[in-house]
């Protein structure tokens, strides 16, 4: 396996296609430019041996497990690249943003993945970052060792709050996420241009947990406003958090169950994150939200300066101090450290309370899709309700989505988790890109 250096080959692809070569001097972000369009870097270069074994390696245990199946040996290799592109902020103003594209080698004639990630707190924990060494980001190697193994060009984008941007991560809002993915198809595409390594003009979109609902909305804005001469081919959302108001919510609220490894921290740490958003974007203080140990921490662990695994450490103490403990059943609420106001408003819940109303307002499930979808999720997910898969089947049923155009799958496994379970989602979406709904477990709908 041959990796490039970040300052061995960085180019610039003007607007109409002319590539200048930029200098090695200087840093990244002292050649990052609002006006560039589209600026890239080489970070990794596979053959088709060298990608055969990275998909085996990082694809190993559910490559091995009857319930997802296994995928074919790569036969061409690949070029892993550091993007930077424009994008839009929050409020739809231009923003430089960054992100990862991959090419197989002489281009990509099935098309292009765009793979929206999962919840990540720290800023250098994004697809930009790499995909091996010390600074491996392990859903991008994931996603790379699903799809560009199968011959797809595949585009990750960072999402604002990332990589080389440094606005508040707008968490859940899948809506004001989408941009940076529909963004990212066009910097890869016009990557592809610049190599000489021409991508079939098809898009699939796929994404996990957070990154399943920014997939969604997505898919939603490319059906609203497609890419010109492009081919809006397949969706394939994993596990994402589409019903925030109403299964997500649910789930957060507990009961939560005691893990020995911690994890209940978790929700605690993905409302938090949502609660730095609702501060940063609707001026929803902390502290109407949480306790006092808990709020005060919000500002300084949810922007970026800290990784996921200090986030998930770092909650343990102030929320224990407000409050976070067993209850009489056994089990963890977090409402016992929130504010009597919030614990009511999203428990009950109250559409006049902000939080809530938020929420309901980045709902992604209830629409018509015309590409052809397929959704999975894990049954027994702790961290991303099953029901938020159920809620989108059953709405878009009723909004007269046939199966011809949407399939599903619940995912029975005794041994994963959440996290454990993006492996073996990621082959079902790259054999539902290579097949259809003939090459993937469906189920019956929804009661």
């Known amino acids: 396996m041959l990796r490039c250096s970040r300052s061995r080959t960085t180019a610039l692809i003007g607007a109409f296609g002319t590539m200048f070569l930029v200098g090695c001097g200087g840093s990244d972000s002292d050649r990052i430019l609002r006006s560039d369009p589209v600026k890239y870097t080489a970070l990794q270069t596979f053959s088709a041996a060298d990608l055969t074994a990275f998909m085996q390696d990082k694809l190993k245990v559910p490559l091995a497990d009857p319930a997802f199946g296994t995928l074919p040996d790569a036969t061409l290799g690949g070029t892993y690249y550091k993007v930077t592109y424009s994008s839009k902020t929050f409020l739809g103003e231009p923003v430089t943003v960054s992100g990862a594209v991959a090419i197989p080698t002489g281009g990509a004639p099935k098309g292009l ?72 198809a066009l910097a890869a595409f016009t990557v592809a241009t610049g190599t000489h390594q021409p991508i079939e003009p098809k898009v699939f979109v796929a994404g996990y947990s957070e990154g399943g609902q920014n997939a969604m909305a997505l898919c939603h804005a490319l059906e609203a406003d497609p890419i010109p001469s492009v081919d809006f081919t397949a969706a394939a959302p994993m596990s994402g958090p589409y019903d925030l108001s109403g299964a997500q919510r649910q789930m957060l609220m507990g009961p939560i169950a005691g893990r020995p490894d911690k994890l209940q921290y978790a929700p605690l740490m993905l409302v938090g994150d949502i609660a730095y958003a609702a501060n940063s974007y609707y001026n929803i203080p902390p502290g109407a939200i949480f306790k006092k140990n808990i709020a005060s921490k919000i500002p300084t662990f949810f922007n970026g300066s800290k990784t996921t695994a200090d986030v998930l450490l770092g909650l343990l103490l102030p929320a224990t101090l407000d409050g976070f403990v067993k209850d009489k059943d056994g089990n963890f609420y977090i409402a016992a450290i929130m504010q009597p106001a919030a614990a009511k408003g999203l428990s009950t819940p109250d559409p006049s309370f902000p939080m809530y109303a938020m929420l309901k307002s980045y709902d992604t499930y209830n629409w018509k899709p015309t590409v052809p979808m ?72 929804p009661e």
């Open 113 to 184: 993945v765009v793979y929206m990630h999962g919840t990540s707190l720290g800023q250098n924990e994004c697809p930009s970052a790499g995909i091996s060494g010390p600074t491996t980001y392990n859903e991008g190697a994931t996603a790379i060792a699903a799809f560009l193994s199968g011959g797809y060009a595949v585009a990750m984008p960072d999402y604002l709050g990332q990589g080389v941007n440094t606005n508040p991560h707008p968490y859940v809002m899948g809506s004001k996420n989408s941009p940076a993915g529909r963004d990212i």
């Open 374 to 445: 397929y959704l999975t999720g894990l049954t027994t997910d702790t961290f991303v309700s099953f029901g938020n898969t159920q809620s989108a089947v059953k709405a878009m049923r009723a909004n007269g989505v046939t199966s011809s155009t949407l399939g599903y799958h619940g995912i029975v496994h005794p041994d994963l988790n959440h996290l454990s379970n993006i492996g073996g989602s990621c082959i079902l979406a790259r054999k539902f890109f290579d097949g259809g709904f003939a090459a993937v477990p469906t189920d019956s709908d």
